[in-house]
């Protein structure tokens, strides 16, 4: 949903970054997007191409490393990724708060993250 | 010991750097928020995010729960809104402190305005705070704000599969408002189907059905905020 407002934060501290180390052209940027968030990969794509233009960036390859939410259980401990229902009814498999071990209340530690991992750039 | 030039580790020309970042894009929101329950907790001051679809009936509850709650709290709302003061108007005829948050195009209220907002008021003359955000499923649920609790309200008028559709937002709630009931007949919208849904989905919240409009239902939503 906010893939231009994010993709233009994470283009600039990436420049940012090159710049602070003179570098003469930034070859790939790792990016890791959590299921919980709201950011969609292609349109980060689309966006990081169209936002390149014209600086160190042009030409780096963009790679997005999607993180599966996490979640702990309150009861047994259980930490992992969601328990999905798949309700034959709506056709879909959603994502609920129930621990896929025990069945009690997980809390979510993880996954509405968008970091940038890691650069690699000439300098 | 002394350094010698040939002592310093330099980058070759051309040489290629891989640069450990970690950095989180989505964290200076998340550091804001942080900041304005600090800031609310210092005045032991309640915030309480309301978030749902467009009409699903969010200022209709505030509304409801102001006239049950007035002589208990010294109540604000901040409204949020792409544009006018329509809602901050209809709120402020209960006497309460009513502050129009305008985004502009934005789709969601952020933890910045909500510190612009929080600066307008004198926090040691408000006890509780209702936050109402744009009407929307999706991208309030991406930025937190720093409030206590949140409320996510869906309406029958919204179909039967709205909760489904939009699981993540109902994972943040801790109280999910079913409102309209008193149109689900015509609506053809079976309650308890959503109310099921609701606890699939997120079973740490309470689920309450309302009736805004004739105030039914709004005693038990504040109940379960332990209001």
């Not at chain 1, 233009?53 to 009861?75: A, H, N, P």
């Not at chain 2, 305005?113 to 991406?142: Q, S």
Request: proline share 3%; net charge neutral.
């Amino acid at each position: 949903m906010h893939e231009y407002s994010v993709t233009t934060q994470i283009v600039s501290k990436v420049l940012r970054e090159a710049e602070s180390r003179r570098a003469k052209r930034v070859l790939e940027v790792k990016l890791q997007i959590g299921e919980l968030t709201f950011l969609n990969p292609e349109q980060v794509k689309f966006w990081y191409k169209a936002l390149v233009k014209g600086t160190v960036m042009e030409g780096s390859k963009l790679i997005i490393q999607e993180k599966r939410g996490l979640v702990r259980c309150l009861k047994c401990g259980y930490e992992g990724s969601f328990k999905y229902e798949d309700d034959p009814a709506y056709h879909i498999a959603f994502p609920t708060l129930l621990c896929p071990k025990c069945g009690g209340v997980v809390e979510i530690i993880g996954g509405r993250e968008c970091i940038i991992e890691n650069i690699k750039m000439v300098v | 010991m002394t350094v010698k030039p040939g002592d310093v580790v330099r980058a070759e020309e051309g040489e290629i750097y891989d640069i450990e970042l970690e950095a989180d894009i989505l964290e200076a929101n998340r550091r804001i928020a942080e900041e304005n329950r600090a800031l609310l907790r210092r005045y032991n001051v309640k915030a309480i995010d309301v978030m749902g679809s467009i009409g699903s009936g969010k200022t209709t509850l505030i509304e409801g729960m102001i006239k049950l709650l007035k002589g208990r709290y010294r109540i604000a709302v901040f409204k949020g809104d792409l544009t006018t003061t329509i809602d901050a108007e209809i709120i402020s005829r209960h006497g309460v402190k009513a502050i129009p948050i305008n985004t502009g195009k934005e789709c969601h209220l952020d933890a910045n305005l909500v510190k612009k907002a929080l600066n307008r008021l004198n926090l040691e003359e408000v006890d509780l705070i209702f936050i109402e955000n744009v009407g929307n499923l999706i991208c309030p649920a991406e930025f937190p704000l720093g409030s206590d609790k949140r409320i996510v309200i869906v309406s029958v008028t919204e179909g039967p599969y709205m909760i489904i559709k939009h699981p993540y937002i109902f994972m943040d709630a801790d109280v999910i408002v079913i409102n309209k009931i008193d149109l689900a007949d015509a609506m053809r919208v079976d309650v308890e189907k959503l109310r099921m849904d609701a606890e699939r989905i997120n079973p740490r919240a309470k689920v309450v059905a309302t009736d805004c409009r004739r105030g039914v239902g709004v005693r038990e939503v504040i109940e379960a905020l332990n209001l």
